[in-house]
């Protein structure tokens, strides 16, 4: 396959596993990975750090910022501000930031990693293509994972 999509994990991989998702993306896969708050799953029940680490990024704990709302930075993956969803999420840490809370947190990273380019998103809300949340109708995720889904396959 061309993009290996993991949306919200609720248990473990095992070593092999995670070793054949680093080799799978290493060789020119892509891959998109959606974590989120605690409330969904944690890392510990997950260890979906075994499969990103090797690329440089690492889910951290849960965000203090729990305000709604979300921006892009223009840049290699979108060319433009979006406005996208996010009401709390999980830091991550490593890659190219490139999404971030109304705060200016960043919860969205990318790199490229051997052939293969990874995106990954620490709120879960963006990758649902929601267009309204607490009052507000105009985000654009659609937009976004055209955008990402794009620059993952190109």
């Not at 070593?15 to 799953?41: H, P, T």
């Not at 979006?82 to 930031?97: A, I, Q």
């Not at 999404?99 to 200016?104: D, E, P, Q, S, T």
């Not at 109708?137 to 993952?152: G, I, K, R, T």
Request: proline share 5%; net charge negative; aromatic share 12%.
């Amino acid at each position: 396959c061309d993009l290996l999509f993991i949306h919200l994990p609720s248990s473990k991989y095992d070593a092999n596993e995670a070793e054949a998702i680093v080799q799978y993306v290493r060789k020119g896969g892509n891959l998109f990975l959606v974590m989120d708050v605690d409330y969904w799953s944690t890392l510990e029940q997950t260890n979906i750090n075994a499969i990103v680490t090797p690329t440089g990024i690492t889910f951290g704990t849960d965000s203090p910022d729990t305000l709604s709302g979300g921006y892009t930075k223009p840049g290699p993956i979108t060319d433009k501000k979006l406005k996208v969803t996010y009401h709390g999420g999980r830091l991550v840490n490593g890659g190219t930031p490139f999404c971030y809370n109304n705060n200016a947190n960043p919860f969205g990273t990318f790199t490229s990693f051997g052939k293969g380019n990874v995106v990954v998103m620490g709120d879960g809300m963006v990758s649902l293509y929601m267009t309204s949340w607490k009052d507000v109708n105009d985000y654009q995720c659609s937009e976004f994972m055209h955008d990402v889904f794009a620059w993952l396959l190109k």
